[in-house]
């Protein structure tokens, strides 16, 4: 069975992503014991221990659950250098594919672009389009022109200005869409400023929230103070509680005892929109005393800096591994007391935070059958979140997909993986 040794396979290939299916127990050991076929339409999936059903169900909807054909990988199976199996990885990332979806991978060029070639053997209904190229064009009015002039058919990330630029364009459609992106500040709280829940608290009140959205982000975010994202389960509780208040930044300055000026390391990647949100925030920060020490690097050294927390605020963004709520709730509340660094990728550890009570919540939460109630435990975990973490958290993308009038067909997902190219046609 395809679908048997395609999820066998994620484990088994011990890969950056594996932890998404090893977080139910399936270690390499175990997992021909753990997945199997009982039948030719009868697929066991066992897990170590009770979890919400709609858990397990999105977590097998992520992109590491899909099915790939098993025979032909198997085929191409090589060792890697430790002499392990790879499972038919390289094969794959050299422009082969072997999926089961719409579409086949023609042609890939890392960081440049895809070529998809309709897959004549797909079970489902044919695509409208025999091709879907895929480049990179990093920067926004290059894809606003390509657009204009109808050499692109779809622009994926146009910025502010650009979205403006071709709002009277009849020959252009947007189409709108909830994104699950995150942007937050991390404070670090091994800095003993940031140790301080009141120098945490006063932070939260010295950025212009609305402000930064309002003429920054012109309608490609909304402000948003909480970890789970709009469009998820457990999202949309319009929990903004923060507001830039100086004067009360102030005087939660001055209850902690902590002496101003604060200088404080921040990490900033060296692209839009992260400097534009720092640059706003580090002006609104200065008013209280609190000065942010700039320092832009690329996006190498900013995974680097985050990774090793060798800062006291990282700039970041966040967005889910799978469309559940535990990959953010997890992430930024779970305390692993073997794991102070937090190299197992949970930033609450990685930015020196003990949640507490709300990380028993959190793993209460991923467990409890109904789905009602699972999102009312939400619901009470990411107020106190909000309130008490060393996150600021400030806007959640709102997508904006510019692309030709006539193309027809296109479905967006909260994330850029669960958009639909299936149903496409050119008029």
Do not use: C
Request: charge should be negative; proline fraction near 4%; charged fraction near 25%.
């Amino acid at each position: 069975m395809r679908a048997r040794t395609s999820l066998r396979r994620v484990i088994l290939i011990d890969s950056r992503i594996s932890f998404i299916f090893a977080q139910f127990g399936l270690t390499k050991d175990n997992v021909e014991a753990k997945i199997k076929a009982t039948d030719d339409a009868t697929l066991v999936f066992e897990v170590d221990q009770k979890y919400a059903p709609s858990f397990v169900l999105y977590v097998l909807s992520s992109y590491t659950g899909g099915i790939v054909d098993s025979k032909v990988v198997k085929e191409h199976e090589a060792k890697r250098e430790d002499g392990s199996n790879d499972y038919g990885n390289a094969w794959l990332k050299s422009e082969n594919s072997a999926g089961s979806g719409p579409f086949v991978l023609t042609k890939w060029d890392p960081k440049v672009s895809i070529l998809m070639s309709r897959n004549e053997n797909y079970w489902g209904t044919a695509p409208g389009v025999e091709r879907i190229f895929l480049q990179h064009m990093p920067e926004s009015a290059t894809q606003r022109l390509a657009l204009e002039k109808g050499d692109i058919d779809i622009a994926n990330k146009l910025g502010p200005d650009d979205i403006g630029a071709i709002a009277g364009n009849a020959d252009i459609s947007i189409l709108e869409g909830n994104s699950s992106t995150i942007y937050y500040f991390g404070l670090n709280i091994r800095n003993p400023a940031l140790s301080n829940p009141k120098i945490v608290e006063a932070m939260k009140y010295l950025v212009d929230y609305q402000g930064i959205a309002d003429t920054i982000g012109r309608g490609t975010v909304k402000v948003h103070q909480t970890m789970i994202p709009d469009g998820f389960l457990g999202g949309g509780i319009d929990y903004n509680p923060y507001k830039l208040d100086v004067e009360k930044a102030k005087a939660l300055i001055a209850e902690s005892g902590v002496a101003t000026p604060i200088k404080l390391a921040t990490v900033v990647w060296n692209v839009p929109p992260y400097t534009e949100y720092a640059q706003a925030v580090q002006a609104t920060m200065a008013q209280a005393g609190i000065e942010l020490d700039l320092q832009v690097v690329d996006g190498g050294q900013w995974l680097d800096r985050y990774r090793s927390h060798d800062l006291d605020i990282w700039v970041g963004l966040w967005g889910p591994d799978y469309p559940d709520p535990h990959s953010n709730a997890k992430a930024f509340t779970f305390h692993d007391p073997s794991d102070p660094d937090g190299k197992k990728g949970n930033l609450a550890d990685r930015f020196g935070w003990n949640s507490g009570e709300l990380s028993d919540q959190v793993m209460a939460a991923v467990q409890e059958q109904d789905t009602q109630k699972r999102k009312e435990m939400y619901d009470s975990i990411q107020r106190a979140h909000t309130d008490s973490s060393p996150f600021i958290y400030m806007f959640q993308d709102s997508r904006k997909v510019a692309m030709r009038s006539n193309v027809k067909g296109v479905v967006l997902g909260i994330t850029f993986s669960d958009d639909r190219y299936g149903g496409v046609s050119k008029e």
